[in-house]
């Protein structure tokens, strides 16, 4: 059996982080690929190597002298190879990034250094062997990630090579240039190294023990989630939710590989797994509540729009026209209602009105901002009784207005509107029902 573990910058930020780690890696022989990031913060006003780096290079761009920003990076590898006891030099690798950045050799090359040399500093301190990422990992033209080619060259490399640790974060882009993945990216390589390797698992080590049911800035020590399915982590982690970067889940989803959330700090802990179906039942029905504030609501409302055919349709397209996304769209016999995010939408508001007026001829149009939007999924919803209820419940207790009601057809999540206001009310009310009281 293999094991992928990648680990997260907070878990490499020093020598003392990076001692933990070692301990974790050597406790279970099965974790033989190691895909690290850059080294994150100390403590809460400490810098990320990734940002150094980035303000390194802007220095770069604009002509001026970089030096000393790129020894205040090289001083925190330095401390972390003495901190370990390492033999180990960078000098020669800052001397050809030095030269690189010279030649301009581009933001993501300057960036990616942070999870190249912290694989170089694994790779040694582990004993195993280290395989850049650029040689590895490909972009197509349009800068996505080439899975196909990847996939082959990769799995092909670590087939022959027991042990190995491979940075994050990176790939090579079509034009021969280092490119990145977008911020947080490590996790994506994790996942693109699991599935090449055909690993039983994917251990993504972070800071926390896994997802929550609620936002701990909301709930005073919020349950953790257990297990959580792909499909229901979509709904969440679309609302808000921050532990993985989003694309990390397909690759290994579609080779049905299970992520397991862990915390370098409590290794301990179970923490979170995330699978592709389970028969693991949540015990409290919902599996976990997000949400987000800063929504608009369209209501657009016409006669008869139930017999019109292509109604929708051209609503929809005067949102595509000015280029808006829309969230959610509820509907009536006669009103449709669409939710949009009110900073993208407020400069383009007008714009918006007049394309619907023009392309569908509604009868009024009415809008409202400041909404918030709140998700409560639960793959358990479905078998239970009561759930929307409970829900409801719950909020009129809390004296709380509910706007918008929206259930997935799959009944794995209840949507609900509230205004802003009342966002972090609607959260508690919809927490005490299911966790606290689990009347
Ligand atoms: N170091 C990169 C970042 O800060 C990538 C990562 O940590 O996953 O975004």
Redesign the pocket.
Known sequence: MIKVVKF??SSLASAEQFAKVGKIINADKERRYVVP??P?KRNSKDT????MLYACYELVEADEDFRVALMKIKDRYDTIINGLNLKLSLEEEFKKITENFKNKAGVDYA?SR??YLNGIIMANYLGYEFVDAAEVIFFDEEGNLDAEKTDKVLGNRLKKIERAVIP??YGMGADGRVR??????????GSIVAKAVHASCYENWTDVSGFLVADPRIIDHPAAIKTITYRELRELSYMGASVL?EDAVFPVRKAGIPINIKNTNAPEDEGTWIVESTCHQSKYTITGIAGKKGFVSVNIDKDMMNAEVGFGRKVLSAFEENGISFEHMPSGIDTMTIFVHQPEFEGKEQAVISSIHRLAQPDSIELEGDLALIAVVGRGMKSTRGTAGRIFSALAHANINVKMIDQGSSELNIIIGVSNADFENAIRAIYDIFVETQL
């Not at 990145?180 to 390589?189: A, E, I, Q």
């Open positions: 997260g910058g990031s850059a994150g990320k190597v990734t940002d960036a942070g999870e994050g974060f990145t993945f977008s911020r947080g990216g490590s996790d994506v390589t970067h």
